[in-house]
């Protein structure tokens, strides 16, 4: 299973960024699916998650301004950034949670880097 993930960059404070992660490899299903990120001397966050059934949860921190979803094949995740702050700037990692060979495991992306400037 691999999961590729794109989309980050550098961006102004009020801007907004798209992060996708495609699945792709020896799949039955993909459960829920989750973005997190981690900061420079911080631990790693879950910003977002999305259930199967698509229940959404987000960080009090992102509420309001992020929106995470996904496709119609469930496997790449979507997270939508606006209003971006400086205190978004973080390596952002998606996380999902794939049934393979009947086994489920969670897998994490290799991290996009969003930088936001004041």
């Known amino acids: 299973v691999q999961l590729q993930a794109s989309g980050g960059g550098l961006v102004q404070a009020g801007g907004s960024l798209r992060l996708s992660c495609a699945a792709s490899?020896?799949?039955?299903?993909?459960?829920?699916m989750a973005w997190y990120r981690q900061a420079p001397g911080k631990q790693r966050e879950m910003v977002a998650g999305i259930s199967t059934g698509g229940r959404t949860d987000y960080s009090d921190s992102v509420e309001g301004r992020f929106t995470i979803s996904r496709d119609n094949a469930k496997t790449t995740v979507y997270l939508q950034m606006s209003s971006l702050m400086p205190e978004d700037t973080a390596v952002y990692y998606c996380?999902?949670?794939?049934?393979?060979?009947?086994?489920?495991?969670?897998?994490w992306g290799q991290g996009t880097q969003v930088t936001v400037s004041s």
């Open positions: 996380n999902v949670d794939v049934v393979a060979f009947g086994t489920s495991v969670r897998f």
């Open positions: 490899g020896s799949i039955e299903r993909i459960n829920s």
